[in-house]
């Protein structure tokens, strides 16, 4: 056992270090040689992986946040509190690295603070601009209390708790608002987006697919650290949420199979294309085997079940926010688009060093309720330095 | 008075020397190697197009109404009364929305440099503003490009269409297209021969995000009007439920945390 643990630690420390030399190595490309050097970026494919991943999927993979605390404070369903702590450092997380991923993709980074100035308020990347910085905050704000527990600051521990409740509720607009526009950035291309992603529906679609995403999240966020820290799986409260993802995507799968009858879009799903094999494989992943599979009791009742519910959904919509950016456009501009390897290295790196803050939040901070670290793990000597190392890889950023 | 130019292919000799006197108006450089370019670039701001005899000119469009000024957050892009559709380098972050967001996929981006800048023809904001042609049209030995008053170009186009009907297609491109831009084209052959599209919206694109941005500010209110109200309702059944001693001890031991 512990010699198969002092393994498992290396082989994870060897993987993180590979990944933070490549990054490192490629973000040298990336700020001495500029864009055209570090990414496979054209006139014709102006944005590429760093906005299709970093930022489209880390915003939406980071919408637990505000899915929970709305769970828990607005709706008061007071057997989720246990899961929010981590739920919130996943998605306070998950901004930071949006927004140090726009630094690379940026042409000027220098100026990303312009917005704040200079505004256009017909530009829907300037909302989101606006919204992501608001809710940065507002995500600080919530994590805070459990820094300054830590530190047992008990006066501002107290400001925060007081304006708690209005700060949610800004969370939750503000959420609302940009993972929505994350989707109006596109409705101005009607005419090179691919139809099968092109909808005036996409901000409806980008803000339930963030909620169903924020579910599965909390799942697979839930199911690691319990593997990883060995914590006590909350099943009740996982099993509830599972059923709440199924309903979010069912709605989603409805309307989205309407919408794409309506504009006669479903009669391209059986002419073979490459757009149509992505589709099919996003289709299939978000939402017909997470449907299939969380219809079943026996699913919803297993922790192996939930969890590949989880990663399949996790994975469709990710494939979801790449063909919508990618995908969709690559028939009207008439390039394929790949990722090269400098782009692959900066995400892999920003992914390695969510993990690994993860990590050392969770060996630093009261993220986890004390009483469930300490009777589970109590029992094995090295416990301490083993939940603090070798959560560094594991848990979901 | 809007200003607008009139490109007419039919008049056109493909002699070039409107990309040289914009190169030369952009301070970019300008040899035999980037005259055989037949695309815009960041180095190349219009370029002429040759498909066997015919000839079809290339730039910014400078849209009545244009996405590229409507996407910038940082109101980089501006489109001018006289006309052009402008670029501050400046203010400009280079998120790159304009290249993605525009019709014609007109900006073009110095992806060499560490400092990039978006290129596109600003059809000569500087010089129109001082009552002058653009660089192109005073150069144009045919008058194939023509700089003037949109509204008087448009008159001209017509008249030309009407009196030579089998010289032209039966098409203005640009009078209606995404709203109307302030270059406007004539052709003999169908304009798709050189890759414009006329599948393209006759409605100015930027009200598809405006539709939905301008929403934002009735739906914030209402939101927290909404969640707020929401809470209040969870809270007092358990208040209540505390006042009849239904209270359970879950409901003590998560109150106040976080």
Not at chain 1, 237 to 253: A, D, P, Q, S, W
Not at chain 1, 286 to 304: D, E, G, M
Not at chain 2, 169 to 182: A, F, K, N, W
Not at chain 2, 224 to 253: C, F, N, P, Y
Request: proline share 5%.
């Amino acid at each position: 056992m512990a010699r198969n643990s002092i393994f498992r630690l290396t082989f994870w420390k060897l993987v993180f270090l590979f990944l933070m030399a490549a990054g490192l190595y490629a973000t040298v490309v990336r700020f001495t040689q500029g864009l055209g050097a570090s990414t496979h970026l054209t006139d014709q494919f102006p944005w590429g992986i760093w906005i299709s991943f970093d930022v489209l999927c880390g915003v939406m993979l980071a919408a637990g946040g505000f899915t929970l605390t709305a769970a828990v404070h607005i709706l008061n369903i007071k057997r989720m509190h246990s899961i929010i702590r981590p739920t919130i450092l996943t998605a306070f997380l998950g901004y930071i690295l949006v927004c140090a991923a726009l630094m690379y993709d940026l042409g000027k980074p220098y100026n990303i603070w312009h917005p704040l100035i200079m505004r256009n308020p017909h530009s829907v990347m300037f909302e989101v601009a606006y919204c992501v910085m608001l809710y940065t905050t507002v995500l600080a704000l919530e994590f805070s209390p459990i820094v300054l527990e830590r530190f047992n600051l008990q006066k501002p521990l107290k400001v925060v708790r007081t304006i708690l409740i209005p700060l949610v509720i800004c969370g939750v607009i503000l959420s609302t608002l940009h993972q929505s526009s994350l989707g109006t950035l596109y409705l101005i291309v009607p005419e090179k987006l691919h139809p099968f992603w092109y909808t005036p529906l996409l901000p409806v679609f980008f803000f339930l697919s963030a909620i169903g995403v924020g579910l599965a999240m909390t799942i697979f966020e839930s199911s690691m650290s319990s593997k990883h820290f060995g914590l006590q799986l909350e099943l009740p409260v996982l099993r509830e949420l599972g059923r709440v993802l199924f309903v979010v995507l069912g709605i989603y799968g409805i309307l989205r199979v309407e919408d794409l009858a309506n504009r006669g879009a479903l009669k391209l799903a059986f002419h073979p294309s490459y757009e149509t094999y992505l589709f099919w494989l996003e289709i299939s992943l978000a939402i017909i085997l997470p449907l299939i599979l969380l219809a079943q009791p026996k699913v919803r009742n297993s922790p192996t079940g939930l969890y590949f519910a989880a990663v399949l959904t996790l994975l469709g919509f990710i494939t979801n926010r790449l063909n919508v950016s990618i995908t969709g456009f690559e028939g009207s501009t008439g390039v394929r688009y790949f990722p090269k390897w400098t782009e692959l290295a900066v995400t892999g790196m920003i992914i390695a060093i969510g993990f690994a803050l993860f990590g050392l939040a969770v060996k630093y901070l009261p993220i986890f309720p004390a009483e469930e670290l300490s009777t589970e793990k109590s029992s094995e000597a090295d416990s301490a330095v083993l939940v603090g190392s070798e959560v560094l890889e594991h848990a979901g950023d | 008075m809007s200003k607008a130019l009139l490109y007419d292919s039919t008049i056109c000799i493909g002699c070039k020397q409107c990309e040289q006197a914009c190169a030369t108006q952009n301070n970019l450089s300008y040899d035999d190697a980037v005259a055989s370019e037949e695309y815009q670039s960041a180095h190349k701001l219009t370029c002429i197009m040759t498909r066997g005899d015919k000839f079809m000119r290339r730039l910014c469009m400078n849209c009545n109404e244009p996405s590229c000024a409507s996407v910038c957050p940082v109101g980089a892009l501006k489109k001018t009364a006289l006309g052009p559709v402008t670029y501050d380098p400046s203010k400009c972050m280079g998120c790159r929305y304009c290249m993605v967001a525009c019709p014609f996929s007109v900006p073009k981006y110095e992806w060499g440099k560490l400092f990039p800048k978006v290129q596109k023809c600003v059809m000569c904001p500087d010089r129109v503003a001082q009552g002058k042609q653009t660089a192109c049209a005073e150069i144009c030995p045919t008058g194939a490009t023509k700089f003037g008053d949109r509204d008087a170009l448009i008159a001209e186009a017509r008249q030309r269409i009407h009196d030579n009907p089998n010289k032209y297609v039966d098409h203005i491109y640009g009078l209606e297209e995404v709203g109307g831009t302030s270059v406007l084209l004539l052709s003999s052959v169908p304009f798709e021969t050189f890759g414009y599209r006329t599948d393209i919206s006759k409605d100015p694109l930027p009200m598809l995000t405006y539709r939905v941005l301008s929403h934002i500010p009735d739906f914030v209110p209402l939101g927290g009007m909404v969640l707020g109200g929401v809470w209040w309702i969870t809270h007092r059944r358990e208040e209540v439920a505390l006042a009849e001693g239904h209270g359970s001890d879950g409901q003590k031991k998560n109150g106040g945390k976080e």
